[in-house]
RNA sequence: GCCGAAGUGGCGGAAUGGCAGACGCGGCGGACUUAAAAUCCGCUGCCCGUAAGGGCGUCAGGGUUCGAGUCCCUGCUUCGGCACCA
């Protein structure tokens, strides 16, 4: 770890006492020892358990997504957590019932790469781990209801997504098919493709470029629910999620159209090739046709002379990674099959090719080509001499002008040409009646294409919840029955040489019988995907022990959905779109009435590390925050990750100015117990600032306190934490002016100290605790918690100033401000105004052509000419 | 290429169309100290000026407005997402 000066300077702060005369007096602040006191003496009162069954309060379901178990919470989680928890015990002083639990996202790969290179099984690791981070999470101060916790890889939680999985399958939400899926070579196991990220098709894990391969595996159908998840209604969702997520499921609307295949020597033609295409309109303009190189029909139409040139381009492509296919730099390849199609609007012949530009996973896997209208028909027919037909024209363009690029762009008054009798339409009525004429003749149909896929669940690795399915030769794929459930993840399986799933190697686990027949069958040894145990945790957070079904109803049914939750935008097609479809699916199969999971979500930033990159332990650059409380303190820590900047921005990390924030705390420290002091260094001799008597400073501090409480409240509600931060800073700057004079200890010090403390109690939670108690023991009460008080309320009257400074301009440009009393009007503000020297000078002898009180009288500008 | 977010002092950042740079870091000066640290107080966008004061200034260029960091247009840069999706 790197140190810096000024860390330096804050450690010996810290460890030092002070040298003074009078250090005896005050007693420093001291966050390493009283905060592990505060964190036991919360747990014994059972501050942060929540009764799910209280009625007397509001609910608040406040959630923070549940990390992973790596071993060691950084200071990312401490950026994620700390926030939310301020957030909590802010709507708690505000008399909410705050529910916020965390738990263990325990399933998952680094556990096994942890296993294969350690030798030490993925649950001990697991487990390990959570003990650790447990500690860790507490010495936050973080407010979670532990009580509430869920560790995924538990079979008590595992058991339900087995459950889940069984009604899914029932309910016809779970399907097994054979697809070319995402493999990545490097974790040996399928990914689904929200998890295959970027140009480079890479794995969202480890970043290894990912392969296609043909394999029979389980699928959600997520796209049943595609157009519902493009609904947003009743949710408060960031816009780039929601934009991300709908631009994901890429619903685009256009029309399924029948081209014949043309009889030839080789064949007699009549097969049907369908085409989706956007652009009907275009429909003129087809000038050849593109099948996937993977289209089932490619084998049957290809002529004999055709036969060896098609195989191996075939070949070629299946070898191609997905990188190569589909860069788009790269230049078109393709060849044709030999056999025509005949476009249904003209009755032409048109040439099939097959080319890797289309995809056999998109619409029907086949096009229609029109070269004048889309680019890469366009570039296809350039290349390999086909021929390109305008069929829509701008104003103005004649109909035979010659093309140098695809025609694709829309333009005002466009219209159809070389289209037979639709010729002269505009391209938008014209595309409409052209799949109209189509369709009473069966050759077309308005369709709606997604391009979202169904979600690939399956994973060949052994850490995660065992797909609760047999396979018997007799009866197929056996789902197990219910009452036998959970198929329980063996202790003892053992890595292979291979990176190969140890499950097959497992013949207790693999060989069962069939619970039909009672025959000898196999066990399914592919996992679900974690994803599946993030998708429905909070739900469960509500009653983690039940365990004759996965939720508690009426529990869910009064919390759910989730009020707030914040986590990390990398989290936007992944866990939360298939959140969003777990909880549809849960709603289909009874068990809910929520279409949504989440009311409010925000995102939070990132944290890098000081390199700039994402934190990893790989990279090195992992900042432990052990060392920075055992230093600091977690008060510190928690303001001065609120401080540094907008929640929703993160950035690299970087200790500079965390002495900044450290001693901020020791000033609201030193104004709470020493109000008086006059150490060596304080304010010469209790002089009240110029120009102030003592009823005016007793003004002064009820105002400011005031109103910093007005925004400070403002601050928490619109997730502003680092403004928050700032504005008690003021107010403690503005105290320590008032520090040594006649007024300090006064009544009204004394409530602008008690508002500071309950202001700065949600972020700094143990420190304000600390200075409670001790005003509470001096007034001679007994004490209960600070984080149990209310949230206090604005004093209007106090907030009020009696006079204001207006700013003045001349043309724009500033040249003086004026000291008014407060309910001034307009005429007389002018007066003072026009009255004063430097804006005489400003106005140079010219008379004001106009006089502009800005809004609420916060500015005038005078206009000259 | 398409979609989105963002560009403000040496740095992190603040600013319902109304005083640009709050708050903090760093820097400079002072008090305290034998001294240093800590602490407290003051100054700190750039340029001219001893000063009073003046000029310039929120990525660049236009525009709207009495007034633009903020709104509109064009362009540049950075980051995030998607990327031959028909």
Known sequence: MTTTRDQRTDTRSAETPARSPRADRVERYDPVATEPRWQAKWAEVGLHHTDLHDKTRPKFYLLTMYPYPSGDLHIGHWYIVTP?????????MHGDNVFLPIGFDAFGLPAENAAITSGVHPREWTMRNIETMRRQFRSMGATFDWDAEVVT??????????????KFLEAGLAYRAMAPVDWCPKDQVVLAREQVEGPNRVCWRCGTPVIKRDLEQWFFRLTKYADELLAFDGIDWPEPIRLMQTNWIGRSEGAEIVFTVAPDDHQPGGDEVRVFTTRPDTLFGATFMVLAPEHPLVARLTAPDRKAAVDSYVYQTRRETEIERLSTEREKTGVPIGADAI????????????????LASYGTGAIMAVPAHDERDFEFARKFGLPIRRVVAAPGTPDDAPMDDAYAAH???????????????????????????????????????YRVRDWLISRQRPWGTPIPVIYCDRDGIVPVPEEQLPVLLPDDFVYGAKGENPLLNHPEFLNVTCPRCGEPARRETDTMDTFVDSSWYWYRYLSPHTNDAPIDKPLVERWCPVDQCTGGAEHAVMHLLYSRFFTKAMRDIGLIHEDEPFRRLFNQGQILGSDGERMSKSRGNVQDPDALVGRYGADTIRLFLMFMGPWDQGGPWSPTGIGGVFRFLNRVWTLALDPHGQEPGDPASGQLPEGEDESSARRAIRATAHR????????????????MVAHLMELANTLFRYRGT?????????????????????????????????????????????HSEEWPMVDETAAAADTREVPVQVNGKLRDRVVVPAGIGEIELEQV?????????ALGGREPDRVIHASGGRLVNIVVR
């Open 84 to 92: 939310t928890d301020a957030f909590g015990r802010f709507r708690r």
């Open 153 to 166: 890889s538990e079979p008590e939680y595992y058991r339900w997504n087995q459950w889940f999985f069984l």
């Open 343 to 358: 476009n249904p609007v003209n009755g032409e012949r048109v040439p099939i090719w097959i080319a890797d530009y289309v």
């Open 411 to 449: 333009t005002e008054g466009e219209i159809l040409v070389n289209s037979g009798r639709f010729s002269g339409t505009s391209a938008d009525e014209g595309g409409r009646k052209i799949v109209e004429w189509l369709a009473s003749q069966d050759k077309a149909r308005p369709t709606v294409t």
């Open 708 to 723: 910093t409480l007005k925004v400070v409240s403002g601050d928490y509600t619109g997730f502003r934490f680092n403004t």
């Open 742 to 786: 006649v007024v300090a200890g006064d009544p009204e010090w004394d409530e602008a100290i008690r508002l500071m403390l309950l202001m700065l109690a949600p972020a700094a939670p143990h420190i304000t605790e600390e200075l409670w108690s001790r005003r509470l023991a001096e007034a001679g009460e007994d004490w209960s918690s600070i």
């Open 833 to 841: 105004i026009l009255a004063r020297d430097r804006i005489h000078a």
